[in-house]
């Protein structure tokens, strides 16, 4: 059972750069067909789909956040990070890595793995 643990700074001020990590516990995230992405939840808000990383590398990023994101991993430390710059007050929401497998579409916000979550507040 593939488990998610999400982790940051929590605090932020506007203009800054967001760092966050996602281990993942009881697989490997270059097994194949696996999907790991991002997502965020501002309060009061939908859940949003940033962007992923495949099991082969390749990265897909949300249109309108791509210009401020950057979805990486490091295989040896089966981690993966998402940075995020130019943070803005909007951008305060909990942040969630997420799993899904092939042939599930990766761009939505239904997976089947979660991380718990970790609160950003954007304020200076």
């Known amino acids: 059972q593939v488990q998610l643990q999400e982790s940051g700074p929590g605090l932020v001020k506007p203009s800054q750069t967001l760092s966050l990590t996602c281990t993942v516990l009881?697989?490997?995230?270059?097994?194949?067909?696996?999907?790991w992405s991002w997502l965020r939840q501002p309060p009061g808000k939908g859940l949003e789909w940033m962007g992923a990383?495949?099991?082969?590398?390749?990265?897909f990023n949300n249109p309108s956040l791509k210009s401020r994101t950057s979805i990486s991993r490091d295989n040896a430390k089966n981690t993966g990070y998402l940075q995020m710059n130019s943070l803005k007050p909007e951008d305060t929401a909990v942040y969630y890595c997420?799993?899904?497998?092939?042939?599930?579409?990766?761009?939505?916000?239904?997976?089947?793995?979660w991380g718990q979550g970790t609160q950003v507040t954007v304020s200076s």
């Open positions: 990383i495949a099991y082969s590398g390749n990265t």
């Open positions: 009881g697989g490997s995230i270059t097994t194949n067909g696996y999907y």
């Open positions: 997420a799993a899904t497998i092939w042939p599930r579409v990766v761009t939505t916000t239904d997976y089947p793995y």
